[in-house]
Each structure stands twice: as structure tokens, then as C-alpha cells.
């Protein structure tokens, strides 16, 4: 069974995505945060560059809710060269639901039918989806996956929580349950997994789907696609020379502040995993230079 890497959005990006595969076991296939926009950035056309990505196996992710620009964006990635697209129905962000896309679109099922015909009737390319199981309200799941069922789906990623669940503790696991009974397209489970038992779980009570995403799960420890490979815990060493790898890429990319930034993205998840070094942590996240944070980071793995 494979795994995934979740998209998160401003830490997933290629230099992330590269350092992970390179400083741990690698995941199966990665997705990267969402394209929302036909009119790509600088910083959005070096992260989704195939020169940026060093063959790492990667699939867009699009985030919209109006067919052409939908189109614009599939025709664009198969220009650089990829197989394959995903569509994002699952962003829970406010500033992304309030206008219709991501999760958001799960509120209006009938013009999501509309959306769904008219770019798998002209995408260049195949795609898959990724979705929540409903804005507010879990009952319109059957709905939602009845009209899944239409559309030639490569994979089917299904994350258990209503849009108005955010990412708080409790799956909706019978609306997994529904899918895994009637959902046509090959089914992957996303949602909550945190250690390799979460993993073995859900994989023995749902031994037909074919593949597994993880994202927090990943940054709260980064050795956790080893320990569900049966391989040991990664060590705090393997953990500090990944983030100093990182940061010394992200300063070439970028300045300062943009790499502090980036780390303590990572730190806002990784923190768990060290649950001991509350004071250190608390000192990293207070800093406002890298000499600050790096101070920090030293005491904790000292």
C-alpha cells in the first residue's frame, strides 16, 4: 500500500518536499499546495519547475471552482510535463471556503456536478480528487459521493471531517465506511495519522483502499513513513542536520526572515516531538533573527 504526502499549504513547497525524501524514507508520491490562480508567480513557477523537483513524484494540486480556469491551469501542468492533476475539495481555510472553492464547494452539490462535467469532459489530463465530506453537515456525504461516481476519478482521497470541523479531534469514520462500500474510483484514506499503529489500523480495517496520505503526522515526526516501513525511530541527529539543510536552502532562496518563517512553520508541528524542551521551544518561536532561533534550536538538541 502506498503512502502520500499531504499538501500543506506554505510548507509543502519543492524545497521541502525535496529535503524530506532526501534525509528520510521517502513517501510514494507528493502533492503539492494548491495552484489557485492561471497566473503564475515567480515563486510558484520555481516550485512547480521540474528542474526545482529532482524527480520526486509529484502531482499539482488546483484549487478553483470555475471550469476555464481549471482547464488553463491542467493545460499548463501538462506543458511542464506532468501526468496527472489533482483538484482540491477539502481547503477548510475561511478565506478559501467563503468564496465557493475547496471545501467551501461541497456547500452548493449541484454546481459541483457542473463544475465536474465540464473539466473531466475536457482536461488534457487524468485527475483525482481530494475532498472533505461536507460544509456543516455529514448527511450529504451519500450525495457528494453519488456524484464522485460519475466521473472517471483516478483516486478518490477522502479526509473524514466536515469543512466546519477544521482539524479538531473526531472522525466522521461512517462516512469512510460509506465510501469504502460504494465509492468507484480507488479509494485513499487521509486523516489523523499520527504513529504506525494509526497506520496498521486503518489499513486492516480497510485493507481495500490503495493508499494512505499523511501531512501533520509527517512534521510531528519526521521519521514516521520508517516506522511504518518497520524501520527504527529516526534520531534528534537525523532531525537537526535535516533542518540545517533546510534552512541553508531556504537562504539561498530566499532572506532571512521569509527562512525563519519557514522553520517555524515546521516547528509549530515538530514541537510535539519534543515534548520535554517546552522552554527552548517557546524561545524559538520568540525569535526574530536566525542567530535567535538557531541559539534555541542548539539547546534543544544539545
Not at 23 to 35: I, N, Q, R, V, W
Not at 152 to 162: A, D, K, N, W, Y
Not at 251 to 261: D, H, K, N, S
Amino acid at each position: 500500500m502506498q503512502l502520500y504526502m499531504a499538501p500543506l499549504e506554505g510548507i509543502t513547497g519543492s524545497i521541502f518536499r525535496n529535503s524530506y525524501q532526501r534525509h528520510f524514507e521517502p513517501f510514494d508520491k507528493l502533492f503539492t499546495p494548491f495552484f489557485g490562480n492561471t497566473g503564475f508567480n515567480t515563486k510558484e513557477l520555481n516550485d512547480i519547475g521540474p528542474e526545482a523537483n529532482n524527480g520526486v513524484p509529484l502531482v499539482p494540486q488546483i484549487l478553483s471552482n470555475k471550469v476555464e480556469d481549471f482547464l488553463n491551469i491542467a493545460e499548463r501542468m501538462q506543458r511542464y510535463g506532468y501526468s496527472s492533476v489533482n483538484l482540491n475539495l477539502g481547503c477548510p481555510s475561511g478565506t478559501v471556503s467563503s468564496k465557493g472553492r475547496g471545501s467551501g464547494f461541497l456547500r452548493t452539490p449541484d454546481e459541483l456536478d457542473a463544475f465536474l462535467e465540464g473539466i473531466f469532459t475536457k482536461s488534457p489530463l487524468p485527475i483525482s480528487v481530494k475532498t472533505r465530506i461536507g460544509y456543516d453537515d455529514d448527511s450529504v456525504w451519500p450525495r457528494l459521493l453519488a456524484i464522485y461516481n460519475q466521473y472517471p476519478i483516478t483516486e478518490l482521497i477522502v479526509h473524514p471531517r466536515l469543512k466546519t470541523d477544521m482539524y479538531r479531534p473526531g472522525l466522521h469514520m461512517e462516512t469512510f465506511d460509506y465510501a469504502y462500500a460504494n465509492a468507484k474510483a480507488p479509494l485513499v484514506y487521509n486523516g489523523d495519522i499520527f504513529t504506525a499503529e494509526d497506520y496498521k489500523r486503518i489499513t486492516e480495517t480497510y485493507p481495500n483502499i490503495t493508499a494512505v496520505m499523511i501531512g501533520r503526522g509527517m512534521l510531528q515526526n519526521p521519521g514516521l513513513v520508517g516506522e511504518i516501513h518497520g524501520l527504527p525511530p529516526v534520531t534528534d541527529d537525523q532531525i537537526h542536520s535535516w533542518l540545517q539543510e533546510f534552512e541553508q536552502t531556504n537562504l539561498a532562496a530566499y532572506t532571512e526572515t521569509p527562512t525563519l518563517f519557514k522553520l517555524k512553520e515546521i516547528w509549530a508541528y515538530l514541537q510535539l516531538h519534543f515534548p520535554e524542551h517546552k522552554k527552548e521551544i517557546k524561545t524559538l518561536f520568540k525569535a526574530k533573527k536566525l542567530y535567535e532561533y538557531n541559539n534555541a534550536v542548539a539547546t534543544i538538541f544539545r
